[in-house]
């Protein structure tokens, strides 16, 4: 299964001076149909584990980018995972962002189909079919799917099989989109371990070395 997704254009990091917005998490719009719920539940964990401090300080340390549509709405280009877990642990949460890009349009359909131009938007569902009518796309975190493939990229990565590529929009999901075709034993999103020896073997063969992220 190959991702038809479009050429992209870089997401923009934070300036200098640019100033920081604080922003309820559950009122993001995402920009992807689903998450790995092994990282989600990772990242609840640690966040669990955080005194309000020292979470708004690591909130302020990766803000979200963003971007603003003429009628006033965030779109989440990016940390859907992070703010996920958080969202799950309180739904009352904050988080952090900037506008990373300011659009004159006010309506969904219009926000998205510019964020489609810009390859910043994913509209594959959890089971890696689509893309996905624009309307399929929840209107927030908490209707994310699980995505079990991109559970286990996100455990790769965290076992150094994998290297991030954080210019690479939906990178995980690319692996995952590979992995997908090969043959691996049955494994969910909380229960990879099935999964993982023939994982790692298919991530480092030669036949991955197309692949951002591939390492041998």
């Not at 998205?112 to 399929?136: D, E, M, V």
């Not at 990178?171 to 371990?193: C, I, T, V, Y």
């Given at each position: ?77 990016d940390r859907h ?9 309180d739904p009352a ?124």
């Amino acid at each position: 299964m190959s991702l038809r997704l479009p050429p992209f254009e870089p997401i923009p990091a934070p300036k200098k001076e640019c100033q920081l917005i604080e922003v309820a998490v559950a009122s993001l719009h995402p920009t992807q149909m689903c998450v790995g719920l092994a990282e989600v539940l990772h990242r609840r964990e640690d966040f669990a584990a955080d005194s309000i401090e020292k979470r708004s300080k690591y909130l302020k340390s990766k803000p979200v980018p963003m971007v603003l549509s003429g009628g006033g709405e965030y779109w989440m280009v990016d940390r859907h995972h992070r703010l996920r877990g958080l969202l799950e642990l309180d739904p009352a949460a904050t988080a952090w962002g900037y506008v990373a890009l300011e659009l004159t349009c006010k309506q969904p359909e219009q926000v998205l189909a510019a964020l489609q131009q810009k390859g910043w938007l994913y509209l594959y569902n959890g089971r890696g079919l689509g893309p996905q009518p624009l309307s399929a796309l929840p209107s927030g975190l908490s209707g994310l799917q699980d995505d079990p493939f991109r559970s286990l990229v996100w455990k790769l990565k965290q076992e150094g099989v994998i290297e991030a590529a954080p210019l690479i929009p939906f990178h995980e999901f690319r692996w995952g989109a590979w992995l997908r075709r090969k043959s691996l034993p049955p494994f969910s999103s909380m229960q990879l371990d099935p999964a993982l020896p023939a994982a790692r073997a298919y991530a480092r063969s030669a036949a991955a070395s197309r692949l951002s992220g591939w390492k041998g």
